[in-house]
């Protein structure tokens, strides 16, 4: 796809127009985000992400799971598997918390003894764990290519709209099903722990961020349809993103900076509506971003791809992310 020209230039000039007004418009009222980044010596910066990470994990009602990661048993159960182009794929049940299990998609290449590289596939709203195999989709059957590439891949349901058990919060018990899923990958004797990656669109890209932000141990991260500031989303959009304290605390290049020094594309289109995640909000973010790449000495492993489609995967930029990222051993 090719953008007309003229309409590129027109965007580039209105961006570098309004940028600094937009700026100003979408900067924290008084007494919101007093964790914001700013830049400081690498130590200061770790510090920092320590931080503003245990607060997170606080206000999203974690604690209590995390404190027993790694000593939860997985319970797992199979229920259906199935030869694809390259690559075994089964349906899975696993143990969330003590009472409450997921089902999960769980895919292994047919060739090959391992260890393999291993990618968390999210989906967004309206989606399910197969969607991001479905190629007829927006998603580009990432997950399918990568399975299909030599990866390991696993996805689960994060699209609940309830919170399934008293005391917890949405976006943390999504969270949480993540975080097994990644648990499970660690399990594996075929799974290479210090090559586990993830990705996702939209909702999906939202969770890739706040599973790599809170796992130090994940690898690298593509986050596609989400780069923007919390400001543009109130307004049009599901408000499922929200829960007490954080808009206090950060905004959402904080949060990606905590993903910081490890490896992270965003992927934001060029015909995203106005109203969702576009390009020019997405460049005000990332710019909010890179300081802390700049202070822990890593400043080429953040990218903001811009690309010619709407809200959507851009399958090529992702596999050849990870295939830089991912797939040569450390």
Known sequence: MKINPYLRLITSVWMVVSAPLYAGALSPVDGMRDMRYSRRTAAEAVRWQHQLRQQCIELLHLQDLMNLRGQLPLRIKRCAEADRSGYRM???????????RIAVVFTRPSQGAGPFPAVVCVHGHGGSRHVVYDVETIYKGFAHHLASAGYVTISTEVGQH?????G??????????????????????EVDVQRIGCAGLSLGGEMAMWLAA????????????????????????????????LRQRA??????????PRPLQCQNGWKEPPSDFVVSFARLAMAQVRPIYQDLGRPNAVELHAHCGAHEIDLAALMDFF???LRVRP
């Open 90 to 100: 089964m349906e899975l049940e696993i143990a969330a918390t003590p009472g409450r």
């Open 162 to 166: 309830q919170v399934f058990e008293p």
């Open 168 to 189: 917890r919060t949405l976006i943390g018990e999504r969270l949480w099903d993540l975080l097994r899923c990644v648990d499970y990958l660690r399990s594996l004797k």
């Open 214 to 245: 809170m796992d130090e141990g994940i690898a690298a991260t593509v986050s596609a349809g989400f780069l923007t500031l919390m400001d543009q989303m109130e307004k049009n959009h599901c408000p499922c993103w929200k829960f007490d304290g």
């Open 251 to 260: 905004d959402w290049p904080d949060i990606y900076s905590l993903i910081a």
């Open 323 to 325: 295939d830089r990222t």
